[in-house]
């Protein structure tokens, strides 16, 4: 097992002078499940594929545990690779695509079926071994590329989002074994998605991109709880958090006529009068008397009920989206009243201008 640094890793492509990566810190300690995530375009595959050696390295360096591999080929980086399609060999047994590479490597007879074997116990593949790729289900086949890459025996995983071509019940059920498997291995993993949701439930830390530049990196419930600027707090949560602007006036912006107070670090790190009050849709407090709303649309899911509603800004003309979550089955319809008020645990304040989250 081995540790992956990217050092102020940079890559350009041709015809583009902003760089699809540029200056890349990250380190990932061995043996953790690093998701990156970010819409698309933002970077986050480049940097999958500059780590495989799928992508030239345009600026900085990258290492595996104390080696740098930076301009080493792809064979010789000990890396394993799941893609999105799977790139199964649909000829070939489940056996033999699992052990294609094993073969190659001319590896003895008796080692290569006892490495199949143990991984397709692992995947619940056993039964499977001897059927064609075109015989299993998207889930199955998704398992195939997963034992390929088990026998190997890596120091590294990359996974450039494997679960992307499965409906959303097997998504759920197969993210959960990918999880689960690489705890058990223990392999130092880097898995690439577009889905937040999917990147918070199974990352050790999630590192979140865009345009190329690393926006933040920690735990889910650091991302959640403590987003580090404007694009995290929006990008990170389902739904949105609601980002609403107001001007600072003293000690204090408000939302909806309601007084939220800034602290001395507060005021003093605003570059502005300008702030950005972020909350959540459960940071909401139905009370009888606060901040007016009206409910636009409900969004029942059993367990929550989600209210979309318009809420008056402190200027004339100017409303807000306000989304709040309530109990599931509650009793809300389109065109509803409600008085709101913001849990103060549960807001969060950032510069309007710069985008930074404010101390606390």
């Given at each position: 097992?081995?540790?992956?640094?990217y050092?102020?890793?940079?890559r350009?492509?041709?015809g583009?002078?902003?760089p699809?990566?540029?200056r890349?810190?990250?380190?990932?300690?061995?043996?953790e499940?690093l998701?990156?995530?970010g819409p698309?375009?933002?970077?986050?595959?480049t940097t999958l594929?500059?780590?495989?050696?799928?992508?030239?390295?345009?600026?900085?360096?990258i290492?595996?545990g104390?080696r740098?591999?930076?301009?080493?080929?792809?064979?010789?980086?000990?890396?394993?690779?799941?893609?999105q399609n799977y790139a199964?060999?649909?000829?070939?047994?489940v056996?033999?695509?699992?052990g294609?590479h094993?073969k190659?490597?001319k590896m003895?007879?008796e080692e290569?079926?006892?490495?199949?074997?143990?991984a397709?116990?692992?995947l619940?593949l056993t039964?499977?071994l001897?059927r064609k790729p075109?015989?299993?289900s998207?889930?199955?086949?998704?398992?195939v590329?997963?034992?390929?890459a088990?026998v190997?025996?890596?120091?590294?995983?990359?996974?450039?989002?494997p679960?992307s071509?499965?409906?959303?019940k097997?998504?759920?059920?197969?993210?959960?074994?990918?999880?689960?498997?690489?705890?058990?291995l223990?392999?130092?993993?880097?898995?690439?998605?577009h889905?937040?949701?999917?990147?918070?439930?199974m990352g050790d830390?999630?590192a979140?991109?865009k345009?190329?530049?690393?926006?933040?990196?920690?735990?889910?419930?650091?991302?959640?709880?403590?987003p580090?600027?404007?694009?995290?707090?929006?990008?990170?949560?389902?739904?949105?958090?609601?980002l609403i602007?107001?001007?600072?006036?003293?000690?204090?912006?408000?939302?909806?006529?309601?007084?939220?107070p800034l602290?001395?670090a507060?005021?003093a790190?605003?570059?502005?009068?300008?702030?950005?009050?972020?909350?959540?849709?459960?940071?909401?407090?139905i009370?009888p008397?606060?901040?007016?709303?009206t409910?636009?649309?409900?969004?029942?899911?059993?367990?929550?009920?989600?209210l979309y509603?318009?809420a008056?800004?402190?200027?004339v003309g100017?409303?807000h989206a306000?989304?709040v979550?309530?109990p599931?089955?509650?009793?809300?319809?389109?065109?509803?009243?409600?008085?709101?008020?913001?849990?103060?645990e549960?807001?969060?304040?950032?510069d309007?201008?710069?985008?930074?989250?404010?101390p606390?």
């Amino acid at each position: 097992m081995a540790t992956v640094t990217y050092d102020a890793t940079t890559r350009y492509y041709a015809g583009n002078p902003q760089p699809a990566v540029d200056r890349l810190d990250l380190a990932v300690e061995d043996g953790e499940f690093l998701v990156l995530v970010g819409p698309s375009g933002c970077g986050k595959s480049t940097t999958l594929r500059m780590l495989a050696g799928l992508e030239d390295v345009d600026g900085g360096a990258i290492r595996i545990g104390d080696r740098d591999v930076t301009n080493l080929p792809p064979k010789d980086r000990d890396i394993a690779m799941v893609f999105q399609n799977y790139a199964l060999y649909p000829h070939m047994t489940v056996a033999d695509n699992i052990g294609f590479h094993l073969k190659i490597a001319k590896m003895p007879k008796e080692e290569r079926i006892k490495r199949i074997r143990e991984a397709a116990d692992l995947l619940d593949l056993t039964q499977y071994l001897e059927r064609k790729p075109a015989k299993l289900s998207g889930g199955q086949r998704q398992r195939v590329a997963m034992g390929r890459a088990i026998v190997r025996r890596p120091q590294v995983f990359c996974m450039d989002e494997p679960l992307s071509n499965l409906d959303a019940k097997l998504r759920v059920q197969t993210r959960t074994q990918i999880a689960s498997l690489q705890r058990r291995l223990g392999v130092t993993t880097i898995y690439v998605t577009h889905d937040q949701v999917e990147a918070m439930t199974m990352g050790d830390r999630v590192a979140v991109l865009k345009d190329g530049v690393l926006q933040q990196c920690d735990t889910p419930i650091g991302l959640f709880g403590r987003p580090a600027n404007l694009f995290v707090a929006g990008f990170i949560g389902s739904p949105a958090m609601n980002l609403i602007p107001s001007k600072v006036v003293g000690e204090q912006a408000s939302v909806g006529g309601r007084p939220i107070p800034l602290t001395p670090a507060q005021r003093a790190a605003l570059s502005s009068d300008q702030v950005v009050v972020g909350i959540r849709p459960e940071g909401w407090t139905i009370v009888p008397e606060g901040i007016s709303a009206t409910v636009d649309v409900v969004e029942e899911l059993g367990s929550d009920q989600y209210l979309y509603c318009t809420a008056p800004g402190d200027e004339v003309g100017d409303n807000h989206a306000i989304t709040v979550r309530t109990p599931g089955m509650s009793a809300w319809r389109r065109g509803a009243r409600l008085s709101l008020s913001p849990h103060p645990e549960h807001v969060h304040l950032f510069d309007a201008k710069t985008g930074a989250r404010l101390p606390d």
